[in-house]
Structure formats: structure tokens, C-alpha cells
């Protein structure tokens, strides 16, 4: 259930900024940026929505965990659970 | 009164299509309000103002394709008698005798012109996404067409219908930077030079810095490097500002223009302006706001018309070294390639350390060689002291 919300988040985020894509074809095992032509800038934006819409801080040491979609939720699953989502209520 | 005309944005721009009008007669406009959009080969532009004073009379119709430097609209002072105001059509297009030099609208920018109402980012996100608002159904109760309008548009078309729109869009800035560059082929002498710079304390520094940093405050090296460069220009003002009329004019601000690229193979390279004054994270706020712009379609003309000189970072494509064109009437570019990990030999010791590939690519009609050696040297000064950035 939570992945599936995780996922959801994250292809939203990444259909932003790769409004041309199609996200259906992604392989969740191969790198997002290989796949979407997207660079740091864009990058940073899709963390910032996940940031936004999860409420999920994210270092900048563990941006490479993020590097294809199966990591991501893997990644982002592990820091909701560990309360990595609270920095949002507490401002 | 005072006229306001259709801007020149960039040494290749012949004309540009007048897409809407963000001001009425009698409205009261300062320097520097966007006044208009404008769709040009770089996609849809904000055209702003250059003068103070109050809208008298808009003269041309939105949809008409218009040469630079024509009269799009009279200012009055504020103390001058409104001229009687004549509906605009686009009869109203020749003022008084001069003769009629607007273009009638091509068929494709026609299809753009509004005969219906959209929000401003509804238009950019049709813009950005290759969709014909004409075929947009509104759902609003004002019949304004809203992005989410455009979301839908774009989910029920065809994929080749977006395919080539998006072609047409690319071919047309294709024109525009082949015509640029090979003016400054033609044109400039250029020489190049390159140096390896030692980041590491400069990387390390920003990830200190980005550490203590929420998300929404992170800084990207290339802003640093950016900063970097334009304290580096102050020092040789020959390599910034503008080779015109056989001479050098060198330009009195830095206003750093950023080689964007563009979803599926377009470039812009719009300026961060008086780049000298800002700090590491007000150059990181520019540049974030820049390239969504850039990438959304919604740059401002100011932006596309007075960078003094072109920074390119092609580094994330892993590229170590560029060779680049400069862009006219500019005298220089820097280009940076990838931050990489490399031996490094330095007072008999040998040590790992990151290093980026910096290159100046300068107008020997306006610099030597000697002057270009001071600017990357001075470069190299301020990126192995970043806490000065």
C-alpha cells in the first residue's frame, strides 16, 4: 500500500519533469537517468516534490539511492518507516 | 509618447509572432513589467518594458507575425492627452501614413493565437508539451482554459500528433542556432585554452555547506562555478561584453548566460544578470529559476538579449573537455566539463583529487591569449578558496 503511494509519488514527480515520456515503459531496475535524459537540475526537483509531497528529508550523501525507481521506493519506504517523514510536521 | 517595439532577442531573431497582450490601454507600466508574450524560434518569450508611463494604444493584434524593431505600442507620460482610442484591428496596424510592415500571421502560429481564453500556465504547458489550445475543450465556467485542460488535451491526442509538433518546435530553434553559429564561425577568430583545476576543497566545502542546508536550499556546484567565473571576469573585463561595429564594447555588469538544454535537443542560453553580486545560494536560486523557465517555456526577453558572456557545463553527459562557439556579438565562453577523481601530483607528493576541465574560448579580436591564461589562473584562485565565493 505504501509503496504503491511511494511509486505514484515518484512517477508524478518524474512526469514533471519528463512531461514527454513514457513512464510505462520504465524499467525499475535501470538507472532514471538513462532512461528519461534527465540531469541534476531535474534531479533536484524530483527530490523536492517527494520532499514536498512525503514530507521525506533526504541527504544529499544518499541521492545515489535514488537512482532508478525499484531504489527509490526501497529507499523511501525505509526512511518513512524510520520516521524520516516527521520533519514535515515539525516544520 | 514613447514606442514600444518589437525586441531583438539574440543577433539571429528576424521576427517573432505577437501571441497576447498583458496590458491594457490606460494602464500605468514601469520599466521592466512584462508587457507581452511573444513566440519566437526559442519557443514563447515575456517581453518586457523599457520605459515608464501609461498604455496609450496597442497596435498590433495578437496572432500577427511582426519584424524587430516595428511599433508594437505607444506609452504616454502621464500628464499627455490619450489618443483617441481606435479599435484594434489589424488595419490599426499602419500608424499614419508609414507603411504596413506587419506580416500576416504563417498558419502555425496562427493556431496558437488566442481566440479563447487561457491562464498563463496553461499556455506554457501547452507550450511544453507540443498542445494546440485551439483543440482544448475549456471545463472552467468562464470557458478559460486551464492546465489541467491542457493535461487532459495532451493525455486523449495522438502520440504522433505530439511527436510532431515537437518536431516543428526543435526544427524552427535548430534555424536559429545553426544561423548564430555559423556566423560566429564565419566571423570569429576564436582561440581556445584550457586548465585542470583542483575542486576538492571546493566540493567539499558545498557539501559542508549543504549538509546544514533543508532540500529546498541545496546549492549544485555548477552554481559555484558559475560565481566563480563572473569574479573571475571582473578581473579581465576583455572577455565580457560585446564585438560590435569593429569594435569592442566591454559591458559594464556580468550577466552570465547559461547554455540550457532543452528537452529533446533544443538549447537556449538566457542570463543570469549582475551574476558578480550574488552569493552561492542567490546563484543557485537564479539558476534553479532559469532552467524551469527555460525548460517551460516562459523566459523573459531581458534574459535572452543581454548576456555579456556564455558559461556551457557539459559535464553531467560525462563529457571532460569542451570546445565551444561563442555566441554573437559575445567575445568569450567558458565551458566546464565533469567533476572527476584523478592522480594528482603536487610538491613531490601524489594524491587523489577532484578535478574539473575548465576551457576558454575567447574573440582574439578582442583578448590575447596572455589575458585569457589571467582569467582561467584567476579562476582556478577563487575555486581553491570557496568560502570567499
Known amino acids: 500500500m505504501i509503496r504503491d503511494e511511494i511509486r505514484t509519488t515518484l512517477l508524478d514527480a518524474l512526469a ?76 | 509618447m514613447t514606442e514600444f517595439r518589437m525586441p531583438s532577442l539574440g543577433a539571429d531573431m528576424e521576427a517573432g ?29 515575456e517581453v518586457e518594458i523599457w520605459d515608464d508611463g501609461v498604455v496609450d494604444q496597442l497596435l498590433v493584434e495578437p496572432g500577427t507575425k511582426v519584424p524587430v524593431g516595428e511599433v508594437l505600442a505607444r506609452l504616454r507620460t502621464e500628464g499627455e492627452t490619450p489618443t483617441t482610442a481606435a479599435a484594434v484591428t489589424p488595419a490599426a496596424v499602419a500608424p499614419s501614413g508609414a507603411p504596413k510592415l506587419a506580416i500576416p500571421p504563417e498558419s502555425a502560429p496562427a493556431a496558437r493565437a488566442p481566440r479563447f481564453k487561457v491562464s498563463p500556465m496553461a499556455r506554457r504547458r501547452a507550450e511544453a508539451l507540443g498542445v ?18 491542457v493535461d487532459r488535451a495532451a493525455q486523449t491526442r495522438p502520440v504522433a500528433e505530439i511527436k510532431s509538433a515537437a518536431a516543428d518546435k526543435l526544427a524552427a530553434m535548430r534555424q536559429a542556432i545553426a544561423a548564430a553559429m555559423a556566423k560566429s564561425k564565419r566571423e570569429i577568430p576564436h582561440y581556445y585554452l584550457g586548465a585542470t583545476i583542483d575542486v576538492s576543497r571546493a ?27 563572473a569574479l573571475a571576469l571582473k578581473e579581465v573585463p576583455e572577455l565580457n561584453g560585446f564585438w560590435v561595429d569593429g569594435a569592442f564594447k566591454p559591458a559594464l555588469a556580468v550577466h552570465l548566460g ?16 549582475n551574476a558578480d553580486t550574488k552569493s552561492a545560494l542567490e546563484m543557485m536560486q537564479a539558476l534553479s529559476d532559469l532552467v524551469t523557465r527555460a525548460r517551460s517555456g516562459a523566459l523573459r526577453s531581458s534574459e535572452l538579449s543581454d548576456a555579456t558572456v556564455t ?22 565562453l567558458v565551458g566546464f566539463g565533469k567533476v572527476t577523481e584523478r592522480p594528482w601530483a603536487e610538491n613531490g607528493g601524489l ?20 589575458r585569457g591564461a589571467l582569467f582561467l589562473s584567476t579562476l582556478e584562485r577563487s575555486l581553491r578558496e570557496p568560502e570567499k565565493l
Open chain 2, 203 to 229: 566540493t567539499a566545502w558545498l557539501e559542508q555547506q549543504n549538509l546544514k542546508r533543508p532540500v529546498t536550499q541545496r546549492v549544485l556546484f555548477a552554481a559555484v562555478l558559475l560565481k566563480a567565473v
Open chain 2, 17 to 45: 509572432t505577437l501571441v497576447e497582450w498583458q496590458i491594457k490601454p490606460g494602464q500605468r507600466v514601469k520599466r521592466g513589467d512584462v508587457v507581452a508574450v511573444v513566440e519566437t524560434q526559442k519557443g514563447a518569450v
Open chain 2, 132 to 149: 494546440d489550445l485551439s483543440l482544448v475543450t475549456p471545463s472552467g465556467p468562464e470557458g478559460v482554459i486551464s492546465t489541467a485542460d
Open chain 2, 351 to 370: 594524491y587523489v583529487r577532484r578535478v574539473i576541465h575548465a576551457t576558454l574560448c575567447a574573440d582574439h579580436r578582442a583578448s590575447v591569449g596572455h
Open chain 2, 258 to 273: 547559461v547554455g540550457i538544454g532543452l528537452r529533446g535537443g533544443g538549447l537556449v542560453a538566457p542570463a543570469i544578470h
Open chain 2, 311 to 332: 558559461v556551457t557545463n557539459l559535464g553531467e553527459q560525462g563529457v571532460e573537455t569542451v570546445y565551444g562557439v561563442i555566441y554573437p556579438p559575445q567575445v568569450a
Open chain 1, 16 to 91: 514533471s519533469v519528463a512531461p514527454e515520456a513514457d513512464l510505462d515503459t520504465l524499467k525499475p531496475e535501470r538507472l532514471l537517468r538513462d532512461q528519461l535524459d534527465i540531469d541534476s537540475f531535474d534531479f533536484l526537483n524530483v527530490i523536492l516534490r517527494v520532499h514536498e509531497k512525503l514530507g521525506v528529508d533526504i541527504p544529499e550523501a544518499d541521492y545515489a539511492k535514488l537512482a532508478t525507481l525499484v531504489g527509490a521506493v526501497d529507499y523511501l519506504e525505509i526512511r518513512l518507516k524510520q520516521g524520516g517523514g516527521t520533519s514535515k510536521a515539525s516544520g
